[in-house]
């Protein structure tokens, strides 16, 4: 008797990324910059990046990161793993797996709140934002608090309409905790818009479960590591 169970579907894809860099790692005022082309045979998409770091003294200083994107072909399916997201990439969506996470396909739970500080990179989930169009960010981290590893952090982001529902722009702030300099850092959200606020009700998604984290391990430079002696 054949089998007429269900079956894996394999899905195979390519990218090809076109980037260009720039950056300045002087001790006062670094920055740096990106603009990138991605496209398959059936879509393409555009975005630029611009983080600015404000020295106030060797460890306190203020980041300001600014990120537009725009999709220029492609049909709303074709473009649709490919979408920018407004709270950055969770494992399933790093379709270029481009970083390292503790559980790339988990939907829910502890390995659903890791997440890459892409695109809009807000650090509270939303489904709200996930754009085949084009979206627009801005996202500030302050100063550490006096000695403590404790920066506050705010995120604006603005999409087409319909990746949203009533606002026009989500935003978010809380505060951020540094464990490991570029490495390991946790995000507590406080406020957020109203919309965001919705959603996460709709979802039953509690306080703890609105804390995320990132997990870098790709920066993982030894020399750096040396040079730093692990001090933020």
């Keep these: 008797m054949p089998n ?18 720039l950056s300045s790692k002087k001790a006062i005022n670094p920055f740096s910059t990106s603009f990138a082309l991605e496209h398959t045979d059936k879509m393409a998409k555009i975005s630029g990046e611009y ?7 060797k460890k306190h200083t203020l980041s300001i990161r600014l990120f537009a994107g725009a999709f220029v072909m492609g049909s709303t399916f074709d473009k649709g793993m490919f979408a920018f997201r407004s709270s950055g990439l ?17 939907r829910n739970g502890f390995g659903f709140s890791q997440f890459a500080e892409q695109d809009g990179a807000m ?6 934002g996930q754009t085949t169009e084009w979206i627009s960010a801005i996202n500030i981290k302050s100063p550490k608090l006096f000695i403590l590893p404790i920066k506050i952090f705010a995120d604006v982001v603005s999409t087409d309409g319909r990746s949203m529902n009533d606002e026009k722009i989500l935003w978010c702030a809380g505060a951020n905790i540094t464990i490991w300099k ?3 850092d946790i995000y507590i959200p406080a406020i957020y818009s109203e919309d965001i606020q919705k959603t996460l009700d709709l979802n039953n998604i509690d306080f703890w ?3 995320r984290f990132t997990l870098n391990l790709h920066k993982l430079v030894p020399k750096k590591i040396i ?4 001090l933020f």
């Excluded at 969770?90 to 988990?106: I, K, L, M």
């Excluded at 040079?227 to 692990?230: S, T, V, W, Y």
């Design 227 to 230: 040079k730093e002696n692990l």
């Design 4 to 21: 007429t169970g269900p079956k894996k579907k394999i899905q195979n894809y390519f990218i090809n990324e076109l980037r260009y860099s």
């Design 51 to 57: 983080i600015q770091h404000i020295t106030f003294t």
């Design 123 to 128: 650090k509270i989930w939303t489904p709200l």
């Design 209 to 211: 479960n609105r804390i």
């Design 90 to 106: 969770n494992g399933y969506q790093d379709y270029s797996f481009t970083h390292n996470f503790v559980a790339r396909n988990e």
């Design 182 to 184: 570029d490495i390991v």
